[in-house]
Nanobody, 128 residues
Framework: QVQLVESGGGLVQPGGSLRLSCAAS????????MGWFRQAPGKEREFVVA???????????DSVKGRFTISRDNPKSTLYTLYLQMNSLKAEDTAVYYC??????????????????WGQGTQVTVSS
């Protein structure tokens, strides 16, 4: 089992920045891919970004390219922490943001069904 705990959400004005963190613990050696998803009220959970843990390849949703950046601790480190730097935030970025992890590779990285482990979520609100 893998436990994921997000932090760093909050209220920010349009154009502002936030940095989310996700700390992983447990059977972290099994993680192949980690990602961030978000879910706004009344909407389905939406892919934001993913990263292959060992190789570092990243995949971004078109809606966040150029504004959001995913990063991680050194893959050889005993600490598995994932980060999401969010810049130029817009009102439509408002959502609960979830960290997710999976032991699998493949092309499913943008689908929530491809992930086995989820954090509890952290609220991000972009409003003036």
């Amino acid at each position: 089992q893998v436990q994921l705990v997000e932090s760093g959400g909050g209220l920010v004005q349009p154009g502002g920045s936030l940095r989310l963190s996700c700390a992983a613990s447990g059977s972290i050696f099994s993680i192949n891919t980690m990602g961030w998803f978000r879910q706004a009220p009344g909407k389905e959970r939406e892919f934001v970004v993913a990263v292959r843990w060992s190789g570092g390849r990243t995949y971004y949703a078109d809606s966040v390219k150029g504004r959001f950046t995913i990063s991680r601790d050194n893959p050889k480190s005993t600490l598995y922490t994932l980060y999401l730097q969010m810049n130029s935030l817009k009102a439509e970025d408002t959502a609960v943001y979830y960290c997710a992890g999976s032991p699998y590779g493949g092309n499913w990285y943008a689908s929530p069904t491809g992930y086995e482990y989820w954090g509890q979520g952290t609220q991000v609100t972009v409003s003036s």
